[in-house]
């Protein structure tokens, strides 16, 4: 982990000279740039994800059906369930892999920023020093607010059941937890947060509107195609000589 960690940050000081050779050499900029980049080169990972969460969720009305139906048949239980997820094309373990592979970068983007050295200044916006806890820094509850609401709007956005008790609980009490954590981490790992959560929205809102797209064109009803126009062979003219 040490090792990526590093990789990712030679990356920022990469990124960092290359704000500098636009004339506004800047860290927050720097790790701001290294989000976006990062999270768009995993967005075929995050797709697949979402998208096999999403079948599961859909699934759990019909999953929840059979495990009351067949509470005490445990053997006849699992070949339902089978047969669920194979006729729905779903495979209960597809979602795993792609979190599976993004969980190492996601871990040496963490442990890369949060022990960071900044070789110059390490300014951004309001913050004087990125470098230090967000608690210490001008207007200090501005970032762990930030944090909390995409944290919020991120995990509204991938849960279909909104209803059931657990889920509201998860749903309020995550975004606290990461703003209360927010508060003590450093300003640069609070806006990689920040960014990578409204990535992860506007990803998820892509992916929303080409869903939608292709429902509404699925329902769509379709113009007949106009049958070809028959060609009426031209008449004779009987006075033409022949």
């Known amino acids: 982990m040490d090792f990526l960690g590093h990789l990712v940050q030679q990356f920022i000081t990469l990124l960092y000279h290359f704000t500098g050779m636009l004339g506004y050499a800047n860290y927050g900029v720097a790790i701001v740039l290294m989000t976006i980049i990062i999270k768009l080169a995993l967005y075929p990972l995050t797709k697949k994800q979402i998208e096999s969460t999403k079948a599961m969720m859909e699934l759990q009305p019909k999953l929840k059906e059979l495990q009351t139906r067949y509470k005490d048949d445990k053997m006849k239980l699992n070949e339902e369930v089978a047969k669920i997820y194979k006729s729905s094309g779903v495979n209960p373990v597809a979602g795993c892999l792609p979190m599976l592979i993004q969980m190492p970068i996601l871990f040496a983007i963490y442990y890369g920023v949060r022990d960071m050295v900044y070789e110059g200044p390490a300014n951004f916006l309001w913050m004087s020093n990125i470098a230090t806890d967000v608690k210490n820094t001008e207007f200090p509850f501005i970032m762990p607010i930030l944090s909390a609401l995409t944290t919020y709007i991120a995990s509204k956005q991938t ?47 892509y992916m929303a509107h080409l869903e939608n797209k292709a429902k509404a064109a699925a329902i769509a009803p379709r113009e007949p195609v106009p049958a070809p126009e028959k060609k009426v062979p031209a008449k004779k003219d009987k006075n033409q000589k022949k």
């Open 159 to 205: 849960m279909a059941d909104n209803n059931s008790m657990q889920n509201q609980m998860m749903l309020y009490f995550m975004p606290l937890m990461i703003g209360y954590m927010s508060w003590q981490f450093s300003g640069g790992l609070v806006i990689y947060w920040v960014v990578m959560n409204i990535m992860q929205i506007a990803q998820q809102t």
